[in-house]
């Protein structure tokens, strides 16, 4: 192997092969399973160190009496078999081997077989063999189990787990879920083949490594050497099972009744006996299928490119007058056409371009809309490429594809087409909404029909509120919606757009109502297009409170059956990032998020990474980890401007929750402030009151008016709880506090829960109630456990009550954190004097003489040194 591969240990089995060794029911184990599933390296590993001899079946050998064996004997002339055993028997046994290990025991003739067998009955010796799966077996080979000689073990591929910790192990780096799951189908989970899919991917470049995420993109690529070992049995193969393999290559899955009727169905009968194919129910039709996906790629490796085009051909002729009875059907007759030496018409490419886009396979509709180009498609063609371009990064190709037409010479549907996909890459992709603000008002003042005028209501509705401008994204996006008969774009851009600007306002209901209009039209738009309006139902069900509910909808299922899916894949992590989030599972939330934005870091999906940084900066500042807060931010600012203003509250809120990380809650709440006030400005109620609710969490106790009022306008239960909490943080109430912690747990918001049981904690404290404190503080505990470890200023001062105020806790927290009296100053807009003032009281309290046992302490040790008297 090109590489050096950690062994993935299968405790249960190496221990049942060990103790059929050295037990009395059984003189050894015989493992069995398919070839390349790992039988050779464990029972190598069983043996280890032990006194073993072993030996290997091969074909070569199979024709030859006592073949694996031979060698022991020398030179022997005698031709009575029994004699020949006997001699091979005091030869093996001779040098006192405990241990016979036989390798590929399948391939053993059948003297060597019988040998085996009397040394298991006569428990002359020990016995570990390895035999392949579905393949003949001598008898007395089959006799070493059959009888109760050797404990037989079938071992299984490796678990989609034990694959993924294979390949981390080897990489040393994060595998991203998507890969994972394409690396896990295409080698069923045998070590050999994934170990050699891995080594040929990094070959090939085709697997690398992206902010320490490794992702494969393109076709998984197999070893030369991996090929070899597969085409020794292609070689093997009557000329028209390949054939049968050949097609199969190039048109995977394919009707049985097709197959037969182009390779024969003698041949087809054969390939599935030989356990080359499988052959699987779909509705009424039956498909076939590789039984293993890394054949067909050995197969395109044999083939020369004429050779390909003209099986393409043969195929496309075939397929071309049946019925298309899905998008899949078309998609796989282009990829026919595209390269095979038949020529197809323009309607096709156009058709299946659109088809894959659907799918959300982008590279593949760049592809065939390429082709469309080609045929000179027009303006139709070209939108078609240029949807495919923007949402790959591609957005400068994007906007020279649709700029080069004249929006004067088209039509109606034409121009609102071209106008919508022109304006998203300005705004979404190239994030100049300036610009997209001037081609959509030119495209709206050249149309008249309802229809078209509705769904260029519904992308101003879009573009207005990703600008903020959040009444006027509703009001537009409410006259798409109470349109008879609005078309399908009209009524996904509305169902954004609006759903957006409902949930932001705290009218989680009425959000749902649109974006629910959106999944009805989901049929008829790009794939990725659902994930946008869908983030907004996300949104409005986490305001609201409803948790599940939002779990539920980041959950809904996509077809993801191919690589060029990647971008649909990142964008679903980001949906059940942000439910992780506002669930408190941090752990989880930075890991979706985290392969997420490595999925679409190259790929120019601007718009999308904004709120997933921002998210993750929440589940890092959460967790105590303000540096990697700050880098988020400053990674979600860099792509900052008025095409995603509307994020600037959710941005400041960040900013307050990584304060808050750095241990500064005083100037944290005031930022929590600032980001409420900015958000009330723009009408985002929901936000508003998130970030006065996070204030209240910091411990200030002037937003509960606030919060009351926004209690009545926004939706669901989630704000009623939070206003309930900051009423109970200003009194100081260590009953409704605890009440709080109680409904926030309820709801499923762990974090608020965490933090207001441990302002009720130090409330009881205050109080002087000590068993209400301890059983605050235990419930506080288990909450932040359930959070990752969560590290905010209500757990931290729960956590360690010491006599500080919060000026003087903020200054300590600080110190530990590293930075200088000025630099805390400059933080805490304060003078250096007053830091210094705070130090030595805080310095005195604690009973420590210098800042650096005062940073010793805050983070959790023991002071060295000598201590104040």
């Known amino acids: ?321 049946r019925p298309i009875n899905s998008a899949s059907e078309r998609i796989r007759l282009a990829e026919l056409a595209l390269d095979s030496d038949k020529s197809a018409d323009l309607e096709l490419f156009q058709t299946a371009a659109a088809d894959a886009i659907g799918l959300a396979n982008l590279p593949l509709g760049e592809r065939f809309a390429r082709a469309a180009v080609e045929r000179r498609g027009g303006v139709e063609a070209a939108d078609l490429l240029a949807r495919a371009l923007l949402w790959q990064g591609h957005r400068i190709e994007a906007e020279r594809t649709l700029a080069g037409f004249d929006p004067d010479q088209m039509n109606e549907v034409q121009l609102a087409r071209w106008g919508s996909t022109r304006v998203s890459n300005l705004l979404w992709s190239m994030g100049d909404a300036d610009r997209a603000d001037e081609v959509l008002e030119s495209v709206r003042s050249r149309v008249s029909h309802p229809k078209i005028i509705a769904a260029l209501d519904g992308l101003a509705s879009a573009c207005a509120v990703n600008e903020n401008r959040i009444e006027e994204a509703f009001t537009l996006a409410e006259s798409v919606m109470s349109t008879p008969e609005a078309p399908p774009w009209a009524v996904y851009w509305a169902a954004f757009g609006g759903g957006l600007a409902l949930a932001l306002m705290g009218r989680g209901e009425a959000a749902r109502q649109f974006t629910e209009r959106g999944h009805a039209v989901e049929p008829h738009i790009d794939g990725l297009n659902r994930f946008m309006f869908t983030h907004a139902e996300v949104l409005a069900l986490t305001f609201t409170g409803e948790l599940e509910a939002a779990r539920r909808c980041a959950n809904r299922p996509y077809p993801f059956s191919s690589a060029g899916q990647y971008l649909a894949w990142g964008m679903a992590k980001i949906l059940q990032g942000t439910v992780d989030v506002a669930q408190g599972k941090f752990l989880q939330g930075i890991d979706n998020l985290e392969q997420a934005l490595a999925a679409l870091t190259t790929e120019g999906a601007a718009a999308w990474m904004f709120p997933a940084q921002l998210r993750l900066a929440e589940a890092y500042s959460a967790l105590g980890r303000p540096a990697d807060a700050a880098e988020a931010i400053a990674a979600a600012s860099f792509r900052g401007g008025r095409h995603s203003a509307v994020y600037g509250a959710l941005l400041a809120l960040a900013r307050a929750m990584q304060a808050a990380a750095e241990g500064t809650a005083t100037p944290a709440a005031r930022l929590a402030i600032e980001a409420a006030d900015l958000a009330a400005r723009s009408h985002q109620h929901a936000v508003e009151a998130m970030a006065l609710h996070t204030a209240a969490r910091f411990g200030d106790s002037s937003v509960a008016g606030r919060l009351a009022d926004l209690a009545a306008r926004v939706d669901g239960r989630l704000v009623q709880v939070q206003a309930r909490h900051a009423v109970a943080v200003s009194a100081h109430d260590g009953p409704g506090l605890d009440n709080a912690a109680a409904e926030f747990e309820d709801i499923g918001a762990m974090l608020s829960a965490a933090d207001a049981a441990a302002q009720a904690a130090s409330a009881h404290e205050r109080a002087g109630d000590r068993r209400r404190l301890l059983e605050s503080a235990a419930t506080a505990n288990r909450l932040a456990a359930a959070c990752g470890g969560a590290a905010t200023p209500a757990l931290r001062q729960s956590a360690q009550p010491l006599p500080l105020t919060t000026r003087e806790r903020e200054i300590a927290n600080l110190v530990a954190a590293g930075l200088s009296n000025r630099q805390i100053a400059d933080r805490l807009t304060v003078s250096v004097r007053t830091v210094e003032g705070h130090l030595y009281r805080a310095c005195i309290k604690l009973d420590v003489t210098d800042r650096e046992a005062l940073a010793e302490l805050m983070r959790g040790g023991t002071p060295s040194g000598n201590t104040a008297s």
């Open 1 to 321: 192997m090109a590489r050096n591969w950690p062994m993935v240990e299968r405790e249960n089995e190496l221990e049942a092969i060990r103790s059929a060794l050295s037990g009395d029911d059984f003189v050894g184990a015989v493992l069995t399973g398919d070839a390349g599933v790992g039988k050779t390296t464990l029972a190598r590993l069983a043996t280890a160190g032990g006194n073993v001899r072993w030996v290997a079946g091969t074909e070569s050998a199979r024709s030859i009496p006592l073949g694996v064996f031979a060698h022991m004997v020398g030179v022997y002339t005698a031709h009575d078999p029994v004699t020949f055993m006997a001699a091979a028997r005091e030869a093996l046994l001779a040098d006192g081997h405990t241990v016979i290990g036989v390798d590929d025991a399948h391939l053993l003739d059948q003297l060597s077989a019988t040998l085996l067998l009397q040394l298991a009955i006569d428990k002359a010796a020990h016995i570990v063999a390895t035999v392949r799966s579905g393949v003949q077996v001598p008898d007395a080979v089959t006799s070493l189990w059959k009888d109760g000689h050797l404990l037989r073990i079938d071992l299984r591929p490796f678990t989609q787990r034990q694959s993924v910790e294979l390949v981390e192990s080897m990489l040393g780096g994060h595998l991203e879920g998507f890969t994972a799951n394409l690396m896990w189908e295409s080698s069923g989970g045998n070590a050999l083949f994934l170990r050699h899919l891995v080594d040929g991917a990094l070959e090939a470049g085709t697997l690398r490594q992206v902010n320490g995420v490794w992702q494969l993109r393109g076709r998984a690529a197999v070893t030369s050497e991996l090929a070899a070992l597969l085409e020794d049995r292609v070689e093997q193969l009557p000329e028209s099972v390949l054939r049968v393999l050949e097609l199969l290559t190039f048109c995977e899955p394919i009707d049985l009744d097709v197959l037969s009727e182009i390779a024969g169905e003698e041949a087809v009968e054969s390939a599935e006996t030989r356990g080359l194919i499988r052959i699987v129910e779909n509705g009424h039709q039956l498909l076939v299928r590789y039984n293993h996906p890394l054949f067909g790629e050995v197969i395109r490796r044999r083939l020369g490119i004429a050779s390909a085009r003209r099986l393409r051909g043969r195929l496309y002729s075939s397929l071309k007058d």
